[in-house]
C-alpha cells in the first residue's frame, strides 16, 4: 500500500470518528462546533460579519418602514401559507 493511500485512510478514519461524535451531540452543540470548524478554514469570513450585521440591520430597517408606511402589502399567514404550496405545485409541474 502507498504511503498516500495510508495517510488517506488513516484520515478518513480520524474523520469517522471525529463525526460520529459529533452527531451524539445535542444540535446546538452541533451547531457551534460547525461554525469554528468553518472559522478555522475560512478566517477571514469572521472579518465580514460585522459588515454582514450592519447590511441585515439596514434591511430590516427599511423592511420595517415599508410596513409602517403602508409600502408594502401583508398577508396573513394562511394567504402566504397557500401562496407558497402554490407556487410549489407551479414549480413540480
Do not use: C, Y
Not at 495510508?6 to 469517522?16: C, D, F, Q, S, T
Not at 461554525?35 to 460579519?49: G, K, T
Not at 410596513?67 to 401559507?81: A, I, Y
Amino acid at each position: 500500500m502507498s504511503v498516500h493511500r495510508r495517510r488517506l485512510g488513516a484520515w478518513h478514519g480520524r474523520l469517522r470518528k471525529v463525526s460520529q461524535a459529533g452527531l451524539h451531540l445535542e444540535p446546538r452543540e452541533r451547531t457551534a462546533i460547525a461554525r469554528r470548524l468553518l472559522a478555522s478554514v475560512r478566517p477571514d469570513d469572521d472579518d465580514a460579519q460585522p459588515d454582514v450585521d450592519a447590511a441585515w440591520r439596514d434591511e430590516i430597517g427599511r423592511r420595517v418602514d415599508d410596513v409602517v408606511n403602508g409600502d408594502v402589502e401583508l398577508s396573513s399567514f394562511e394567504q402566504t401559507r397557500s401562496g407558497a404550496g402554490d407556487l410549489l405545485n407551479d414549480l413540480r409541474r
